[in-house]
């Protein structure tokens, strides 16, 4: 290994995505420097600044290098250029690893396998993904988690069970799945960075990512007063009206979330009736009668204005009283108007991470949710090719709760278990057949 650069992280307090990047680093081996710019206006000048102007966290720097937040990183990370920029030598000559479990994803779904799974003795590896922690990390208070009266941090429940993984056995790997090999057994597994693996079973719990609408100005100013993740980014438009795009529980959970910072928070719902449980619409309505939040009901986002240098300036908004005006966009009740705001939130649902499943024989319905056997007995989280498994939110497009993860995440271990034992079985009474014909 070369000297190592020098890397610099600029970080906010409750940002599961700053956490995800120092993880990341961590895992490597790799020494940084962090600086927290939530309350100190000087260091968070001195991060737009570097960061020409981006105002989310977490900003990566490597000896002066800007790389940028999360996403870019993480993106470095998929491809390798993240080792060679830090000086990391691999050795590509190493023979390849064969582990009896692969685990795709540490959410709450992986991570409840990987303690299963290691408390059966069958060695898993977890590799953590591109969104370490799941969706769950996103989420500053889990109320409704059993056995926990007074709630708990999604990053705190995430990283307790990593800890609890690891102590039944469980090893933790960052890194991507690139693809999965099923013309062969065992699997063959390759992740982005090059590594191979080959694993007697695979469970697919990589979750699910946050979808984005692909309006104009999106691109441009995504981590310039757009953002994924109230959570992460709210702060740092403190005093800027700001919208939420969505009708979900994520959405009435971000809208509630940001009225700590925002003058007033929108809520844009393109139909009359939010899908979001009962108590975050009561949560939400209280906001309302108080005069933090207002809701735009039939209404739509279709441009986003502004710039990089100055942010979001305003949006392009269309209603329409029978709801998704999108669709009724030559309706002449259909009204476009320029609305006001500071920063934007995206809260309009999640695409399922089955990417590296292509190709293997794994069913998937129309929107690439993992199709598993469900129902009634043993065998319920197996998909069409036998030896891989799926749970949480990869599977589960309805529920999408973080017990009912862990539920389907115990079942798959427990799945694989029964697996591994009918194969191991197999093998035998095959090795036992060859001998007795050698005889």
């Known amino acids: 290994m070369s000297e190592q650069p020098r890397v610099e992280i600029y970080t906010k307090t409750q940002c599961p995505y700053c956490e995800k990047a120092k993880d990341l680093f961590d895992s490597k081996g790799v020494e940084y420097e962090t600086y927290n710019v939530t309350g ?3 260091l968070f000048e001195e991060m737009v600044e570097r960061a020409e102007g981006r105002k989310t966290a977490p ?3 490597i000896d002066d290098e800007l790389i940028g937040g999360w996403d870019q990183t993480a993106a470095l990370e998929e491809t390798g250029e993240l080792d060679e920029k830090l000086g990391l030598v691999t ?3 190493s023979e390849v690893e064969h582990r009896k479990l692969i685990i795709a994803g540490t959410g709450i779904a992986g991570l409840t396998a990987a303690i299963y799974a290691g408390r059966g003795d069958n060695d898993p590896l977890v590799i953590e993904g591109d969104e370490p922690g799941g969706q769950l990390t996103l989420t500053t208070d889990v109320a409704n988690y059993p056995g926990f009266p007074e709630g708990i ?7 307790n069970m990593k800890e609890q993984a690891k102590q039944f056995g469980a090893e933790l790997k960052n890194g991507i ?4 090999d099923a013309d062969q057994r065992p699997f063959r597994v390759e992740l982005t960075n090059g590594d191979v693996y080959t694993a007697d079973a695979v469970i697919a719990a990589s979750g699910a990512s946050a979808r984005t609408l692909g309006v104009p100005g999106e691109d441009e100013l995504m981590g310039y007063g757009l953002s994924t993740c109230a959570t992460c980014d709210g702060a740092f438009f403190r005093g800027e009206d700001m919208l939420v795009v969505g009708g979900g529980d994520a959405a009435m959970e971000e809208a509630t979330f940001l009225t700590k910072f925002a003058d007033t928070v929108y809520i844009a719902h393109r139909r009359e009736e939010f899908r979001a449980e009962q108590y975050w619409v009561d949560r939400v309505h ?3 009668e108080d005069g933090e939040i207002e809701i735009m009901k039939n209404t739509e986002l279709t441009e986003i204005h502004g710039s990089q240098e100055e942010g979001v300036d305003h949006v392009t908004l269309v209603e329409n009283e029978q709801g998704h005006p999108t669709d009724r966009l030559d309706d002449p009740e259909t009204n476009e108007f320029e609305f006001d705001v500071g920063a934007v939130f995206y809260a309009i649902g999640h695409t399922p991470n089955t990417d590296y499943l292509e190709g293997t024989g794994a069913t998937m319905d129309d929107e690439g949710y993992l199709r598993t056997q469900g129902g009634s007995g043993g065998g319920q989280t197996e998909t069409d090719v036998p030896g891989i498994f799926g749970a949480g939110d990869v599977v589960d ?3 999408q709760q973080a017990v009912t993860a862990a539920g389907m995440g115990s079942k798959a271990a427990l799945d694989v278990d029964e697996y591994l034992e009918d194969l191991e079985r197999a093998e035998s009474s095959a090795e036992t057949e060859a001998a007795a014909a050698d005889d």
Do not use: A, Q, R, T
Request: aromatic fraction near 12%.
């Open 40 to 42: 100190d206006d000087d």
């Open 153 to 159: 941090s999604g990053p705190d429940l995430v990283n």
């Open 91 to 93: 050795d590509g000559g």
């Open 286 to 288: 209280e906001k309302v």
């Open 397 to 399: 497009y309805h529920y």
């Open 59 to 61: 900003e990566v720097f």
């Open 177 to 180: 799945i690139e693809s999965v």
